[in-house]
């Protein structure tokens, strides 16, 4: 899997690819992981990659013709076509599903803008895919792609210590996951739940679950929602989903 960024700060992306538990996607080439700088393509003297836009207004536009010509260099380094992604406000909400997918992909060109926003015949001409982390602006979409490297290097095969881990994370079930604990036993007031020390497997599953249903209820009650429609909720589960309805 390889993943090709267009970024004017290369600098930025590569400490998060060796620290944490994440580096060993990186480190084994697992993830491929690399940089194109449009300056680098910028063909007069002031290697310009932005300018005023057109109708006045602040900020400043990235340009085209920088950006294609990065663009194909990655596209013809990679010797096949991938997916072109654009981070903006306007694209699609990340979700763990679709996480999943690029996961299980050949990998993509990441479009990291910056400045006002990047000419819209670039992304006209080029983009596949727009994604979005939420309802918020950054400066830039270097941290939208790491979220996205982030997020597929530890579904990779070995990358977690236990390969069930990803599989109860928030969202891998449609909902949000349940709360953990560790030692020590007590803290003070605050004591680990009892079945979480009674060595019953099942209580011990079927508590989980339940505290994910409550915490997914009351913080989240679309994943409910959706949960329900795809038919991923037992009676067990609408049992005491009811059960906190009354309570």
Known sequence: MR?????????????????????????S?????????????????????????FGGGP??????????????AAQADRGAPAPVVHF????????QAEVREWAASDGAILVCGRYEGIDQRFIDRHVTHEISLGDFVLSGGELPAL?????????????LGDAASHQQDSFSAGLLDCPHYSRPERLGDAAVPDVLLSGHHAHIERWRREQSLRLSAERRPDLIEAARAAG????????????????
């Open 3 to 27: 993943f090709d960024l267009l970024t004017l700060f290369p600098e930025l992306i590569a400490p998060h690819l060796v620290h944490g538990i994440n580096r060993r996607a990186f480190a």
């Open 232 to 247: 991923l909720l037992s009676r067990q589960d609408e049992a005491y989903l009811g059960r906190l309805l009354q309570d």
């Open 59 to 72: 900020g400043m536009v990235m340009l085209v013709e920088p950006l294609e010509r990065a663009l194909r």
């Open 147 to 159: 979220a996205l490297l982030d997020a597929v290097a530890r579904l990779q095969p070995g990358v």
């Open 88 to 95: 903006s406000p306007a694209g699609q909400r990340m979700t």
């Open 29 to 53: 080439g697992q993830v491929d992981v690399r940089c194109w700088n449009p300056r680098d393509y910028a063909e007069d003297n002031y290697r310009r990659v932005d300018d005023r836009p």
